[in-house]
């Protein structure tokens, strides 16, 4: 199975992205579990221990995907993310999630670039143009050290 990482900021188009290239090659969209999880709770605050749920959650669907007959999986959002969200929001990531990184990567990675506006909404949390760069600035640099291609989908 060949795995399309899309990552990048928030309001950047990762989902939308991800939906039409699944359709249009016919592949397993795997959607944004964090979206999902602040939905049903209600809040963008996300504890240590949540955030750790997240990340299973992520490995799990990692290790579903793997067994898949279909040829292509595009996850929208994947453990690059919450890595670097950790660190963010932590400033420590657990070792489980460095290994399991390394154990399950990604064969492209598309990085979007937060040239789109801001559109908020409840499950969104950095509307700020400075930290979405910062963002992005930190997803590419964890791309890099993993040494798998990447390229940058600008919109304007």
Known sequence: ??????????????????????????GILVPEYART??????????????LCHIARHQIEELKRTANSQQPIAFFDTELIITKVWFDYAFGQVPEWLNENIHRYPMDVYLLTYPDLPWIPD???????????????????????ALDIPYYIIKHS
């Open 37 to 50: 999880f602040v939905e049903q709770k209600g809040s963008t605050e996300v504890t240590f221990d949540e």
């Open 1 to 26: 199975m060949f795995r399309v990482g899309v990552i990048g900021p928030e309001s950047s188009g990762k989902s939308t992205l991800c939906k039409y290239l699944a359709k249009r090659y016919d």
């Open 122 to 144: 409840p499950a969104r949390y950095n509307g700020s143009d400075d930290i979405r760069r910062e963002l992005f600035n930190r997803y590419e640099s964890e791309i890099q």
